[in-house]
């Protein structure tokens, strides 16, 4: 896998580069960081301590390709709708989040085994994600690059190739046992034995993102933005109850990661 995203951004770099010697666009590089609230088959849906306990963090390196500027030339390009409210995201991100159940069924008043088996289940997941966005400005990149404390409010919408590593585990002992597994895991689900795993494996992801730039410097922005991400596949987290038995856990894993970067532009 390591081989596999190194070789990926060679591909996605030199396919930039190539980009820019040919049309002459300018590039920008940046990191990204903050917190993920990962969306999964642990907890209650709906429930808040579900939704604010099972968070992590993500990190990541971005790159972008602004089409209204040749950095060859110290000049803008010709201006275009496209040139001037559009840039194309390159990402290599990575995030990971410590899981529990929470919500009604592991409330402290319940005291049978069942209960018992979900508070003491544990899990983790950990996804290193690749690809692009394409970004959408309503207002000028011209000029909010022209403008030291301008905002550059946009939109995204992208695709990402993510292989995750999960684990699932329980503090009664091994899982796959009645002694220690909570019934609904111990059904065969998607040619598994199991409801849930250990294994990593590749999905890919559909990602939409809002968010804004600050303008520190002429070659220097802030940026915030929040994400959300939803996996093609119900085993991001370790845990897929059977979805003909179980209809509450038949959602795929999504998560929501808010992040600040700080991005600079290249010359």
Sequence with gaps: MIKQTIL??????GFSNNTNAQFGFSHEVGVIFGPVAFQSDYG????????????????GIIHYLNFSYKAECNCYT?????NDHFKLRSELSYNKT???????WVDPSKT??????????RGSTAVTN??????YFPLSIRDFTSRIGSLGPFISLGGQFSYYN??????????????????????????????????GGSVWSVVSSVGTRYKLTPLRDLMVDLRFQYYFSNWVDGLNPNPALYKENKANDWLVWFN???????Q
Aim: proline share 7%; hydrophobic share 35%.
């Design 166 to 199: 999960a684990k699932a585990y329980s503090t009664m002992g091994p899982l796959g046992t009645p002694l220690t597994t909570f019934p609904k895991y111990l059904t065969p689900t998607d040619g598994r034995p199991y409801g849930f795993s250990t294994e």
């Design 98 to 104: 410590e899981l529990k159940h929470f919500g009604e």
């Design 112 to 121: 049978s085994l069942g209960a018992d088996q979900l508070r003491a289940m």
């Design 8 to 13: 990926t951004l060679f591909i996605l770099f």
């Design 44 to 59: 209650e849906r709906h429930d808040l301590n579900t939704n604010s306990g099972n968070t992590g963090i993500g990190i």
């Design 78 to 82: 010709p201006e275009t709708y496209f």
């Design 130 to 135: 690749i690809g692009m966005q394409l970004e």
């Design 260 to 266: 600040v970067g700080y991005i600079y532009y290249l």
